[in-house]
């Protein structure tokens, strides 16, 4: 049974054309992570939520937003992707943020921009 | 601060022989301390985690892992490699932050099985 579901599995957009990413999970987990994975390198970190409450990370860039709308469901928005956004999007959860909490991790959605 | 060393970017085998992938972390917290699995285009796999209990710590499909805080290493093992095992592995460790900002990947190794 898929727990982290991630649409599409593959996504072509266009220099510059805004993209959206769509996240959903089965497992009512309280924290939702995004991740960026360029190829051959380990997944980076973008954001994620607690809930509601919308987490950063500082060096991630403006481009990129989030929207979490209910406990199911998270979106990775890119607004104007550059050639060097070509990545594998991850999508995490995990119960909560404790050290030994799990992290659930979808399959992914690959970007490719043209 | 803490940092996870995957000392080797690529391990190949023979199919039925031993598999090693070897991980070195630091950590200021008594940590937590994970391997992943990743398939070619697919998500993350979890196949074991440390959470100071037992230090040797069994995982799915026959990967064991063993704690050795005196050595700072997790190293992951499998007696005999099948080909099915063959993707990028990778360490993570987890401080007291939590699973948010206080997780760090290792950079993986990728396991080629040799038929």
């Known amino acids: 049974d898929a727990m982290v579901i991630q649409n599409p599995r593959y996504q072509v957009t266009q220099f510059g054309k805004p993209v959206t990413l769509s996240c959903s999970q089965t497992?009512?987990?309280?924290?939702m992570y995004w991740y960026q994975q360029k190829s051959s390198q380990a997944p980076k970190l973008l954001f994620h939520?607690?809930?509601?409450?919308?987490?950063n990370e500082a060096d991630t860039p403006d481009n990129f937003q989030s929207r979490r709308p209910n406990t199911s469901f998270c979106f990775l928005d890119i607004r104007s992707p550059g050639l060097g956004d070509a990545a594998m999007y991850l999508c995490?959860?995990?119960?909560?943020?404790?050290?030994?909490?799990?992290?659930?991790f979808g399959p992914g959605t690959r970007l490719l921009v043209l | 601060a803490q940092s996870v060393t995957q000392l080797d970017s690529h391990v190949s085998v023979s199919e039925g022989t031993p598999v090693l992938l070897r991980c070195n972390y630091s950590s200021s917290y008594s940590p937590s301390l994970f391997w992943y699995v990743q398939h070619p285009n697919k998500g993350l796999q979890l196949l074991l985690k440390?959470?100071?209990?037992?230090?040797l710590v069994k995982g799915i499909n026959g990967f064991e892992a063993e704690f050795k805080k005196s050595e700072t290493s997790f190293h992951l093992t499998k007696p005999s490699a099948h080909m099915s095992d063959a993707a990028e592995y990778f360490c993570v460790v987890s401080d007291r932050r939590g699973g948010a900002d206080g997780l760090t990947f290792g950079k993986g190794t990728h396991l080629i099985i040799q038929p």
């Open positions: 440390y959470t100071s209990a037992a230090t």
């Open positions: 939520y607690y809930d509601k409450d919308f987490n």
């Open positions: 995490a959860t995990s119960r909560e943020t404790r050290p030994s909490e799990t992290q659930y």
């Open positions: 497992l009512n987990h309280n924290v």
